[in-house]
């Protein structure tokens, strides 16, 4: 799509998934590893004092190349611990959730958001957590939880679900389709910025959650190192 239609028609879902990474992350500092970075170094807003390791399978990681399921570096080396759209593409969640609470000091914090009302939208892709199983998935690797968000609503739902299905007819050039969906999206986009169900687990796109490794807190912010 030309440029200035994905900004015009860009869905509301993740103008409220950078909500919750702006809220969720403002304490963000010391050593952060960013577990399936991918090739996006600047993600989110990172103090001076931050030091940020990226680790991804692929060889555009920013820093560090492994598996989630089997982190390349010491226990207990990092501050803060982001798993971002991250658990749904492994084939064992309650592994990389359990290696990350080992790489994490006592008193350290990760920040998980996972998918509940989405699409597939990788070849790997396994994975969907509703709000009743994301926190027992947390509580069950360790991890006390320190707040939870719920990424929802009706026609928020509705607009983002609109937004892949246009990419679709185009990748298909289901060209008929496509110019009723497009009117469709016309008409549920501006209403979706009305939408104030942001806390409604019924539809929630996304859920995410900032938790913490129980124990008193041992940090020394930005002074460790994740890389061996």
Sequence with gaps: MRSWVRRALW??????????????????????????????????????????????????ASHLRGD?????????????????????????????LSEARRALRPGGYAYVAVPFLQMEHAAADYWRWTGQSFPRLLTAAGFDIVEMGTNGGVLVLLDYLLWHALRHMKRTQAWLVLTMLLALKALVQPLARLDNGIDDPLFATSFHALVTVPGEAERQSGRGSCQD
């Design 68 to 96: 989630g399921q089997r982190l390349p570096i010491a226990d207990g080396c990092a501050d803060w611990v982001l798993l971002v759209a991250v658990l749904e593409h492994v084939e064992r969640p309650a592994v990389v």
């Design 11 to 60: 869905p509301r879902q993740y103008d409220r998934s950078s909500y919750f990474n702006e809220r969720f992350l403002a304490g963000l500092d010391g050593v952060v590893l960013d577990i399936g970075c991918g090739a996006f170094r600047d993600k989110f807003a990172l103090p001076p004092t931050a030091r940020y390791y990226g680790l991804d399978l692929s060889g555009r």
